[in-house]
């Protein structure tokens, strides 16, 4: 991981599956084209469904983390995640970098990314279950181990926005905290 203290403003996305991550991130892309974001590298087939990602083979993968082609990187679900090392000069630029995460690696980021902002997308348990379900690509005791994941307790500093109401609050909510995260810079 690069340590990097840009001035820029690094904004990661994160909560459980169904809280509606991908759909705010698309929104947040509309309603902002200056901001960046930036597409997960993932080992997973392009055509796996879910979010658009940059799809590698382990072996590229492995090749590319050796170079230093990647700002950070973790394991999730049996699959590698990273963000590719260009969001470097976007923060550097003083940009806003927006980025879909994982609880999980947060730490680490944070280590070498001290203008982190997490963002914690969450929804009622019944409503990530529906969401879920609608999906159609889990069985039952697929989204149960889901929702039980979905309890974590958000990391310290991280902003929780409940994704229960319209695109619009959620989305509003998700700006608000950025343009207060600026300010506070």
Do not use: C
């Not at 090749?63 to 963000?83: D, P, S």
Request: overall charge neutral; glycine content about 8%.
């Amino acid at each position: 991981m690069s340590a990097h203290r840009g001035r820029g403003l690094l904004v990661a996305i994160v909560g459980p599956s169904g809280a509606g991550k991908d759909t705010l991130i698309d929104a947040l892309a509309q309603a902002r084209p200056d901001f960046h974001f930036a597409q997960r590298i993932i080992t997973r087939a392009a055509d796996a469904g879910g979010e658009v990602h940059e799809a590698v083979s382990d072996a590229l993968f492995e090749a590319q983390l050796a170079m230093g082609r990647y700002a950070f990187h973790w394991q999730a679900h049996g699959l590698r995640y990273a963000i590719s090392a260009n969001i470097d000069q976007h923060l550097a630029a003083g940009r806003v970098v927006v980025f879909n995460g994982s609880r999980k690696a947060l730490p680490e980021i944070a280590k070498a990314y001290p203008q982190l902002l997490v963002l914690v997308i969450t929804a009622p348990a019944d409503v990530l279950a529906a969401r879920l379900a609608a999906r159609g690509r889990e069985n039952a005791s697929d989204i149960a181990a889901r929702l039980q994941r979905a309890e974590l307790t958000p990391p310290e500093g991280a902003t929780v926005i409940i994704n229960d109401g319209t695109l619009a609050a959620a989305l509003a909510q998700i700006e608000a905290s950025i343009t207060r995260a600026m300010q506070n810079a």
